[in-house]
């Protein structure tokens, strides 16, 4: 099981990088008390949760049981887990101009009033700053500069598993989804609706798929669509994309559509990228 426990100052970025690993795919958990850990580990374990990503978000909100959190990470350690504790910081000018923007009260909300809760925070977290594996100050960053960070130490820009891809066949006379990222129209290859035989089956039935693939065109319209994915899909992790959809219609969203959706999936998933089949519209009349 893998455990990243993020803290730090309010106000220095932590609902954004929870955000962050949500999108990667880890299990996260915000405000969490520290002496909860334990049972989450043994909920996960009695479920064959060994190889579970979780992040935990524990900061000052949970009052004086932040003491604890330092003992309980050793804990966990002990036990054979991977955890580690990251720190997200920004300096006091910085905190205060966030919490003038957006209104809110600082979670520690003292009557001497926001600097002075700011500074009392930052002594509370004084020894979890100290013990951080990661510390990185958000002082100067944008919201993509600290995706940016958390990128470079936890993922690898361009690995497979960064992405998940949905590959949807649909008909444009339903109109094109509104979902898709990328989208291509197939209703230039010969139709298997007009032959009797296959006009009532799909393109998960072998006969459709051999009819629209007996076509020197559509051979080669499938190798350049792989071939431009292959090359897309590295340049949309760099870039932090974590989900894409691509659409590829015919007129019903019954044949064409549907045959060459199996195929680029099943290509990558033969490439290493996870990957999932939608037919919207193969159920319409």
């Not at 609902?15 to 996960?44: S, W």
């Not at 361009?158 to 989804?177: D, L, Q």
């Not at 019903?252 to 033969?270: C, F, I, P």
Request: proline fraction near 3%; charged fraction near 25%.
């Amino acid at each position: 099981m893998r455990l990243i426990i993020v803290t730090g100052m309010s106000g220095a970025g932590k609902t954004q990088a929870i955000r962050f690993f949500e999108d990667i795919g880890f299990f996260c958990i915000d405000n969490l008390p520290p002496v909860l850990i334990p049972r989450l580990m043994e909920m996960y374990k009695s479920i064959g949760g060994d190889n579970a990503n979780v992040v935990l978000v524990i900061d000052a909100r949970v009052g004086s049981m932040i003491a604890e959190l330092l003992e309980q990470i050793k804990l966990i350690r002990s036990e054979g887990h991977r955890c580690d504790l990251l720190f997200l910081d920004a300096n006091n000018a910085t905190l205060v101009k966030r919490y003038k923007e957006t209104r809110r009260n600082h979670p520690l909300n003292l009557d001497g009033g926001l600097v002075e809760s700011i500074c009392l925070e930052r002594e509370m977290l004084k020894e979890l700053y100290n013990a951080a594996d990661v510390v990185i100050d958000t002082s100067v960053l944008k919201l993509r500069d600290l995706y940016e960070k958390l990128k470079d130490i936890y993922t690898s820009d361009t690995t497979a598993s960064n992405i998940y891809v949905h590959v949807m066949a649909f008909g444009f006379k339903y109109g094109a989804p509104l979902d898709a990222d990328l989208v291509f129209d197939v209703r230039c290859f010969p139709n298997p609706f007009y032959i009797e035989e296959l006009k009532h089956k799909t393109g998960n039935n072998k006969e459709v798929q051999d009819y629209v693939m007996q076509f020197p065109e559509s051979v080669q319209f499938m190798e350049k669509l792989e071939d431009m994915i292959e090359f897309l899909l590295p340049l949309y992790i760099k870039e932090g994309k974590t989900t894409l959809t691509i659409a590829i219609g015919c007129t019903g969203g019954k044949h064409r559509s549907v045959t060459m959706t199996n195929l680029l999936a099943a290509k990558l998933n033969e490439m290493g990228y996870n990957s999932n089949c939608i037919y919207r519209d193969i159920e319409k009349e």
